[in-house]
Nanobody
Framework: QVQLVESGGGLVQAGGSLRLSCVAS????????MGWFRRAPGKEREAVGA????????HYADSVKGRFTISRDNAKNTVYLQMNSLKPEDTAVYYC??????????????????WGQGTQVTVSS
């Protein structure tokens, strides 16, 4: 089993930055695909992006491409989501998820095996 705990969310003004962290416990995640997802009020969960085990392959949703960056530190069992140039429409609960190594970084949310509880990000205009 893998337990995931997100942190780093908060309230920020439009144009600002936040860095979310996702710390895993229970087992090492260095071979897992790691993804970030978000759910805005009244909307369905959507993918933000994902990263493979080495960090050499990433994928981002068009809505965040060029503004968000996913990275990982396998020695710390941690994945990060650096969010820059934040917009009010980025307001959501952000979740990290872990999936099997064979998954593609473009895999849909249903293929991920483990999920964190989420952290709220609110961007004010």
């Amino acid at each position: 089993q893998v337990q995931l705990v997100e942190s780093g969310g908060g309230l920020v003004q439009a144009g600002g930055s936040l860095r979310l962290s996702c710390v895993a416990s229970g087992r090492t995640i260095y071979m897992f695909k790691m993804g970030w997802f978000r759910r805005a009020p009244g909307k369905e969960r959507e993918a933000v992006g994902a990263i493979n085990w080495s960090g050499g392959s990433t994928h981002y949703a068009d809505s965040v491409k060029g503004r968000f960056t996913i990275s990982r530190d396998n020695a710390k069992n941690t994945v990060y989501l650096q969010m820059n140039s934040l917009k009010p429409e980025d307001t959501a609960v952000y979740y990290c998820a872990a999936g099997r190594p064979s998954m593609k970084v473009t895999a849909p949310s249903g293929m991920y095996d483990y999920w964190g509880q989420g952290t709220q990000v609110t961007v004010s205009s």
